[in-house]
């Protein structure tokens, strides 16, 4: 099973992608780090020497490589990366798609002190972000599966959203783990 996250900077990709991948227990896989680890760079610091187009380039090969991998994992992607018609073709076929949709000013909300993000060092960022939905909302919606209002519930709320749709779409999801285990009966007599 391969599952893809995708939506704008900030939705919660990484993070729920780490909980979803560890209750499936399968590979957890960033793009963005795996484009990191190849450049030998952050991304921010590439963009501002190469350009956009270059990461796109590199964004698309690398997109391409790992949806094609046959491996079961949970793949999370940068912001951008339904961009290009043949990352969102890519990732709708080789396997489910999930748009964490999140509204342009929850996600400034919770990503406004974060320096990391390139496309957000900006004048206004909650005007980029909404700059950003108008542009990329069709392009989600278009690669994705399913859509998940991320809005407020907690990333185990929205781990447990995830694996039920997944279940209803007829995908084989492991039984939660359980997390409080017995205590080990413990005698205090001597």
Request: hydrophobic share 35%; proline share 6%; net charge neutral.
């Amino acid at each position: 099973m391969r599952i893809t996250l995708i939506g704008l900077p900030g939705s919660g990709k990484s993070t729920v992608g780490r909980q979803l991948a560890r209750r499936l227990g399968v590979v957890f896989i960033d793009s963005d780090q795996v484009i990191e680890q190849r450049i030998g760079c952050s991304i921010r610091a590439f963009f501002d020497r190469e350009g956009e187009a270059s990461f796109r380039d590199l964004e698309e090969s690398v997109l391409n490589e790992l949806s094609a991998a046959p491996e079961a994992a949970v793949l999370s992607t940068g912001g951008g990366a339904v961009l290009r018609p043949a990352n969102r073709q890519h990732l709708h076929q080789r396997g489910t798609v999930i748009y964490l949709r999140s509204s342009p000013e929850e996600i400034f909300r919770r990503i406004r002190y974060d320096k990391t993000r390139p496309l957000l060092q900006v004048a206004n960022p909650l005007e980029q972000l909404r700059s950003l939905y108008v542009q990329r909302d069709p392009l989600y919606r278009e690669t994705a599966h399913y859509v998940v209002e991320t809005g407020r519930p907690s990333v185990t709320t929205l781990v447990n959203m995830i694996t039920m749709q997944l279940e209803l779409a007829g995908h084989q999801v492991p039984d939660a783990p359980c997390l409080l285990e017995e205590a080990p009966h413990v005698s205090t007599a001597d």
